[in-house]
């Protein structure tokens, strides 16, 4: 049995709680962070310093950070379309996979969903959400180029890569904000919609984060 401890409505929690469901683990998951709170006992800090989510614990092994988490899944529990055992062949996924956490979702999830959703309007940066829009614009072109590839960056195998990148998908296209045409990368969207741990999983209604006045 793994064990996951955070909040349903943390993308970072999505993130790891839909690679299980990929890879068909038997999961409990522990509501804490954010309103449950429960990140700041001595327990959960001997597992995570950190005091955020999620951690995964699997046994005696105890993980946190979202990334080194579902690395840790997709070593241990998938097969080779989902982790390829060749470096070569796995670092071409996981430079998507690297590329999403450290420029795509910066610029969609904290420059344009934190200040759409997280922040009230009367405190709302709109300067660096009219910048962000336009900076989405040509991420979600590179984005659409290497998809156009498809039907997933491993081809026909859902991969990690897919967890790591897709797990942004519904914040992107759901929210409200200028968007260039995109027809690969809204295709692939429709694909991940269809799959019922992605339905489960990150179709998990973001409402309840929105702050007052936004």
């Known amino acids: 049995m793994v064990t996951i401890w955070g909040r349903a409505n943390s993308i970072n929690v999505q993130m790891v ?21 429960g990140t700041d006992t001595a327990d959960y800090r001997a597992m995570n310093p950190n005091g955020l989510v999620p951690t995964l614990r699997d046994g005696d092994t105890a993980i946190w950070e979202s990334g080194a988490i579902l690395r ?26 690297e590329w999403m956490k450290t420029t795509f979702s910066p610029c969609v999830n904290y420059s344009i969903f934190w200040q759409l959703v997280r922040t009230a309007a009367k ?69 991940l919609k269809t799959r019922p741990a992605f339905q489960k999983h990150v179709m998990v209604s973001y409402e309840p984060l929105r702050v007052e006045g936004a």
């Open 17 to 37: 709680m839909w690679a299980t469901a990929e890879l068909g683990l038997e999961v409990e998951r522990i509501d804490a962070g954010g309103v449950y709170g």
């Open 72 to 97: 840790y899944l997709a070593a241990t529990y998938g097969d080779e379309g989902f982790w390829p055992r060749d470096p070569a062949d796995r670092a071409q996924l996981d430079m998507w996979a």
């Open 123 to 191: 405190d709302r940066d709109t300067a660096r959400v009219a910048a962000a829009v336009e900076q989405a614009k040509t991420l979600s072109r590179l984005l659409d180029e290497r998809i156009g590839q498809g039907p997933f960056l491993n081809g026909d195998a859902l991969s990690f890569a897919d967890i790591a990148v897709g797990v942004f998908m519904y914040r992107y296209h759901e929210l409200a904000f200028d968007k260039a045409d995109r027809p690969a990368l809204s295709a692939y969207y429709e694909r």
